[in-house]
DNA sequence: TATTGTTATACTCTATAACTATA
DNA sequence: TATAGTTATAGAGTATAACAATA
């Protein structure tokens, strides 16, 4: 008697063990997954993930520079440049010549801008209570982060 | 009296709180972060996460063909091609014309390549005990794990 | 007809170097 | 000298289409 009970056809199964063991392999298919998953609910908004989160910061630290908002982000602020030319283009985003240091653009959201993230916010917390209910509700969630914090 | 203390300069920080309760975006960060630590341990081996992944898989099923082990790691079997073709021109891979189907390779392990990924192994072993005693021990990491795969 | 491996190709994301205008 | 924004560019990673050989 080799296992217990096999009913299905079954193929036969690759031997996985080794790298579904392994802290990174598991933590990169499960970003790929929530990522597939934003994708899919933010196409009609057409905004990608770093686009969102952009949005975001810069609707809660008005004013801020370019160099600040990319950096928070860990994004180059070589490739913030196109992102941001992106959302201003859309109406989203405006650049203001800042005051007081004439290099720097202070970064502030359009009034369209605000409705738009308004709703990208309402289909993200969304999005994002049904990842807490696969978690397992609001604690385990919790747990997950603080896990996180650990690896970062 | 503003705050209760803040002693060090400080600057003035950024407002992150919406971006950092994100799930799918501390998940991105973790991720990164534990690939940016494969990459500087692993770089005396020039090896790539996908790549030790692929022998791993290999090592534990020999014989099966490209398909195979590039749908269980999540690759497209065209990107595949140059992965192995890379691994076979270090000596560390054979493709051998199936018996049965004569469209199809299997995939073995060379001598030179069990060596390889013996040292590979116990590199990796090294990097994934560090990740677990930053998790807090065994048990946290399978918490981890228990959630991720909850996401995926 | 369908599948295996392959080539070609394109698109996104990321990383670096170098320029300009300001400080 | 150093910094902010910018441009150009190159390298990964990933996605699709199409082909030849074989099933």
Redesign the pocket.
């Known amino acids: 008697m080799p296992t217990v009970a096999s009913p299905s056809p079954a193929e036969d199964a690759l031997e996985t063990g080794a790298t579904a063991s392994i802290v990174g392999y598991r933590l ?1 298919r499960a970003q ?1 997954s929530v990522f ?1 998953k934003f994708h899919a609910v933010f196409e009609e908004l057409k905004l ?3 686009e969102y989160s952009v949005l975001v910061l810069i609707a809660d630290n008005p004013g801020r ?4 908002i ?1 950096e928070a982000l ?9 992102l ?2 992106g959302l201003e283009e859309r109406g989203l985003v405006e ?1 203001v010549p ?1 005051a ?8 502030h959201l359009t009034r369209a801008g605000e409705a738009f993230l308004a709703h990208a916010r309402a289909v993200h917390t969304a999005m994002e209570d049904e990842l807490v209910a696969r978690l397992g509700g609001a604690q385990a969630r919790d747990r997950l982060l603080a896990l996180l914090d650990r690896l970062t």
């Open positions: 990169r790929l597939q990608r993930p770093a520079k370019q160099t600040e990319a860990g994004i180059k602020r070589a490739n913030f440049v196109t941001v030319h650049r800042s007081n240091d004439r290099r720097a653009n202070a970064l």
